[in-house]
């Protein structure tokens, strides 16, 4: 089925459900690294938090040309990916970091 090619939008079908495969990874990335406590998940998190956060960013799948694409309003999903990370923030059980033994440095011979 053709769809009317307006200004913001993907005119076919198969490219709907296209990008709306990719925010809704980029859905399930946020909601599975919000908590990371390893360094490749931090990294992960930071890097969807990043592409959720940019604005007037001209590459076709940025996060606001797809959701223009999807008529979604992209500042409801980011308050309610923010809502989300506070409701679940409270059932997270609280990480500690292991403290690495002091170490002492030595000066090189030289």
């Known amino acids: 089925m053709m769809m009317t090619n307006e200004p913001g939008t993907i005119p076919l079908e198969r490219e709907r459900r296209l990008v709306l495969a990719i925010l809704e990874e980029a859905v399930r990335s946020y909601q599975r690294y919000a908590f990371a406590t390893n360094r490749r998940g931090r990294r992960l998190f930071g890097e969807t938090c990043e592409w959720f956060d940019a ?41 500690t970091v292991p403290v690495a033994p002091g170490y002492r440095l030595r000066r090189a011979a030289g």
């Open 55 to 95: 604005h007037d960013d001209p590459w076709i799948f940025s996060f606001e040309n797809i959701c223009h694409a999807l008529d979604l309003d992209p500042d409801h999903i980011r308050e309610g990916l923010e809502r989300w990370r506070r409701e679940q923030a409270p059932r997270r059980p609280l990480v």
